[in-house]
């Protein structure tokens, strides 16, 4: 097919494109797929009549729906589903292993006359002798979250999986529809937001989701910013109603230089790269190529979004 980027080009995904004998082009008006390389709405060019469908190369579309541009009545787009599982995985196991043993609050003390303290109130996320093993919910048990298990399995840990339908999800001890999911809330030690943002979603973690956690419970969100109630989260870390959280993703984005989340010793937080261009980068070649080859068959994309469900 001929493809045309928009607003830049990601060299690694043009290579693997190409290898599959696709052609780029030099205009959109000359492309039948446009491949945007922006998660800015206003980035995107209206699409002429000659796209047959887009390629988004990220995985989360609201601002495209929220902008005007991903719409009931626009071209079919595809997004990344499914090209971040490793990094996006590997992102949340380190939060969680950082907050949980205390890496930010040590270098914020700068001394080392709270080590003993620090030392009795770090989580270990295996299991010693004689303990029941560690219980992780993992909310949205999609790609990432089944890539997250197979990360977590050297732990011996207990994975509660949560998901829309309550599928059975390979690898979790448990697993439940989100409306079946209460009490896992005031079970787990560890909670992994992974969640795309729906209307069902939006502010799911709020201060009686905080209330409802163990005190000892860490909080870890690669998901959606928006998927947790920033300011609850705030009074619940400063508070002690939980013990810790480690973000990828924070509401708002970017984070005020004056939040009071970036003081905060039991809040450790990274700017949104888990799935940043220059890991999707590595990525986006294979899922292009797959929605192409459906595309050219007439076959369902894989990737294909709905504007109306929001993923």
């Excluded at 599982?85 to 992102?91: F, G, H, L, M, Y």
């Excluded at 620090?118 to 089944?146: C, M």
Aim: hydrophobic share 45%.
């Amino acid at each position: 097919m001929k493809y045309f980027f928009g607003p830049r080009s990601w060299p690694q995904m043009k290579a693997d494109i190409d290898a599959a004998g696709h052609k780029e082009v030099d205009s959109i008006d000359q492309a039948q797929v446009y491949i945007n390389t922006s998660s800015r709405a206003e980035d995107v060019p209206e699409m002429p009549a000659n796209i047959e469908f887009v390629q988004h190369c990220f995985t989360g579309v609201n601002q495209m729906i929220e902008g005007g541009v991903l719409t009931d009545t626009s071209v079919p787009w595809c997004n990344a589903a499914g090209a971040f599982a490793k990094p996006v995985a590997e992102s949340a196991l380190g939060l969680l292993l950082s907050q949980a043993h205390h890496h930010k609050r040590f270098a914020l003390e700068a001394t080392w006359d709270g080590a003993r303290e620090i030392d009795e109130s770090q989580a270990w996320l295996y299991t010693p002798n004689g303990h029941a093993p560690k219980r992780v919910a993992i909310f949205g048990a999609g790609g990432i979250g089944q890539e997250l298990i197979s990360m977590l399995a050297p732990f011996g840990v207990h994975i509660t999986a949560v998901n829309r339908s309550g599928r059975e999800v390979p690898g979790a001890d448990v697993s439940l529809a989100l409306s079946d999911a209460t009490s896992v809330w005031s079970e787990a030690d560890f909670i992994v937001l992974i969640m795309p943002l729906t209307e069902e979603t939006i502010g799911l973690v709020d201060a009686a989701k905080f209330k409802a956690m163990k005190k000892s419970a860490i909080l870890i969100n690669v998901g959606r910013g928006k998927l947790v109630n920033t300011d609850d989260l705030v009074e619940a870390l400063r508070t002690g109603e939980i013990a810790g959280a480690g973000l990828e993703v924070v509401d708002p984005e970017p984070l005020p230089d004056d939040h009071p989340l970036w003081g905060m010793k039991n809040c450790t937080m990274t700017p949104h790269m888990g799935a940043s261009w220059q890991v999707a980068d590595f990525h986006l070649g294979e899922i292009f190529n797959a929605n192409a080859a459906a595309w050219e068959e007439g076959k369902p994309l894989p990737t294909l979004i709905d504007p109306k469900a929001g993923y």
